[in-house]
């Protein structure tokens, strides 16, 4: 289990970082919250979080960051505020994409974890009867730019049409996506889906606003993707996921491989494998049972190079419980460490979940 976890991490890693060390990206979330560090105390942070990078290379870093801010620190001025609009990220561009309508592009490369977009909903409700009421109360501006998204259900009211077509969840601790009000955003729903996404939404319910983040490393011209199904059914399920539910046959690169070709049948083993190691760890009680099952889903959602933080993160959590109730503080504190990675990707290294999964890494080696 040890070594199949670490070849996961190894390949995960691989997968969702770029050419640029994980400490660059570290470094650049630390310059963003305290924008006048120097590089000895930058270095010192990087050190004191296990990042073992020379002194030297931090202070070439600062220096170039400082002397070319809009080239070699990307990211660095990519806070919450100028990342509420897709129109106005120095990141981002809104393109009309053939066959997909408008789509959202990375203008520089983006790297795994970064904050894409933060954005408040135009409006919220799970009552579809109030969706005419809200969008009277909404400002001529805002009314007109929502009557520019998409809408895939024609037969319906236009408004109507248009919150089915885009809205997205926006549940509360605890509740499911699918009791959840769902909230329609300007922004956000610009953003196409692939089934192999290179970014992921999540709302952040106490205060009212969804987020964004890259779930792998995006590079400059590559269209930023989101996920609107569980993408690990077959082709031909996703497909009448998409009609039944969006009005549209999916186009990504994954669906987009000829039928019958080797790269379709594999694609379609491996989602079908997917499902059903996933339908056996729903019934496995024995600790030592479920743990094979998630290291097989681990090393499946790696072959099939499907990057999915929280699936990932929640597959870790899990495994964490099995280890510790095997009396296995070794794998224990490996899947905490995977988990905490993980979330910290899709909700950033401040939210409860990667604090959790830290704290529970360094208590695991105390497990008997």
Known sequence: AAQTLEQYRRCLS??????????????????????????RALHSKLQQEGFNVALNKVQKFLTQCRSEPGESCKDLRETEETTKAASKSPSLECVDIPGKGIGV?????????????????????????????????????????????HNDFSDEPTTIGIFHTNSMACPSAGNSD??????????????????????MQSWIADRGEMQLRAVRSISKGEEICI???????????????FK?????LCRCPVCSAPSGSEERISSDRNRAQMQSLREKLATTQDPAHCLRIIDQLL???TKEGLVMPIVTAQLAGHAFNMAAAAG????????????????????????????EFKQLANRARNLR
């Open 178 to 199: 699918f009791d959840a009000p769902r909230g329609l955003f300007l922004n956000m729903s610009r953003f196409n889906h692939s089934c192999s996404p290179n970014a």
């Open 244 to 248: 039944e539910n969006f009005g549209f």
């Open 227 to 241: 996920c609107y199904i569980d993408p690990s059914s077959a082709w031909e399920q996703r497909q009448q996921d």
């Open 105 to 149: 592009l990375a203008k520089q490369e983006i790297p795994a974890g970064t904050l894409v977009m933060l954005e408040k909903p135009v409006l919220q409700t799970r009552d579809e009867n109030r969706i005419e009421f809200l969008m009277n109360e909404l400002s001529d501006d805002v009314k007109a730019e929502v009557m520019k998204l």
């Open 328 to 355: 296995r503080p070794g794998d224990a504190k490996s899947y905490a460490q995977l988990a905490a990675e993980s979330y910290e990707v899709i909700f950033g290294k401040d939210h409860q979940k990667t604090r």
């Open 14 to 39: 691989k997968a969702m970082t770029s050419s640029e060390g994980p400490w660059l990206t570290h470094a650049r979330e630390l310059l963003t919250k305290s924008p006048d560090l120097g590089y």
């Open 299 to 301: 090393v499946v959602y």
